[in-house]
Nanobody, 123 residues
Framework: QVQLVESGGGLVQAGGSLRLSCAAS????????MGWFRQAPGKEREFVAG????????AYADSVKGRFTASRDNAKNTVYLQMNSLKSEDTAVYYC????????????????WGQGTQVTVSS
């Protein structure tokens, strides 16, 4: 079992930045890849970014490429999502998710999920 806790959300003006964190506990030595997803009111949960266990491979949704960066510190069992040049359409609850060996956009593939953190971008 892996437990995930997101933090770092909040209210920010358009053009601003936030860094989200996802702290993992439990069986973290199994080499989990991580994904970031978001869900806006009335919309499906969508893929934002993914990162493999070593941090050497990442994937991004087209809507965030060049603005968001996923990274991780395995010594701290923490994954990060640096979000720059935020737009109002980035407003959503952001979730991190974990699974072994996959960091792509198929949310059904992820085994563990955090509770989410709210990001609100004011225009």
């Amino acid at each position: 079992q892996v437990q995930l806790v997101e933090s770092g959300g909040g209210l920010v003006q358009a053009g601003g930045s936030l860094r989200l964190s996802c702290a993992a506990s439990g069986r973290t030595n199994s080499g989990y890849a991580m994904g970031w997803f978001r869900q806006a009111p009335g919309k499906e949960r969508e893929f934002v970014a993914g990162i493999n266990y070593s941090g050497g491979a990442t994937a991004y949704a087209d809507s965030v490429k060049g603005r968001f960066t996923a990274s991780r510190d395995n010594a701290k069992n923490t994954v990060y999502l640096q979000m720059n040049s935020l737009k109002s359409e980035d407003t959503a609850v952001y979730y991190c998710a974990a699974v072994i060996g996959y960091w792509g956009p198929a949310k059904e593939s992820y085994a563990y999920w955090g509770q989410g953190t709210q990001v609100t971008v004011s225009s």
